[in-house]
């Protein structure tokens, strides 16, 4: 069993920061891109960051400048660094984590249960 468990959401005020983290667990052979994304509610989830195991990282439009993926392979967690936050930013934030569970076997898609980020006064 794998499993991706995010924390670091809260309630901030705007212009505020957060760090969110995401750990995998469980029994895998190696983790391949990983990935923040976000649902606020009524819309449709969106794609916030990536970062290859390389450390290649893209951003969506709204939050580069103001948001930094990174991650620490050892430990296999991806981190989320927040800054200047809007209350446009206010969503469910989820991890996505493309996993090999077996040497020689595919990569399949993980998420987990999502961390609330609220941003507001």
């Known amino acids: 069993q794998v499993h991706l468990v995010e924390s670091g959401g809260d309630l901030v005020q705007p212009g505020g920061s957060l760090r969110l983290s995401c750990v995998a667990s469980?029994?895998?052979?190696?983790?391949?891109?990983m990935a923040w994304y976000r649902q606020a509610p009524e819309k449709q989830r969106e794609l916030v960051a990536t970062?290859?195991?390389?450390?290649?990282?893209n951003y969506a439009d709204s939050v580069k400048g103001r948001f930094t993926i990174s991650r620490d392979n050892a430990k296999n967690t991806v981190y989320l660094q927040m800054n200047s936050l809007k209350p446009e930013d206010t969503a469910m934030f989820y991890c996505?984590?493309?996993?090999?569970?077996?040497?020689?076997?595919?990569?399949?898609?993980?998420w987990g249960q999502g961390t609330q980020v609220t941003v507001s006064s």
């Open positions: 970062i290859s195991n390389g450390g290649e990282s």
């Open positions: 996505n984590a493309e996993i090999q569970v077996q040497a020689f076997t595919k990569f399949d898609d993980y």
């Open positions: 469980g029994n895998f052979f190696s983790i391949y891109d």
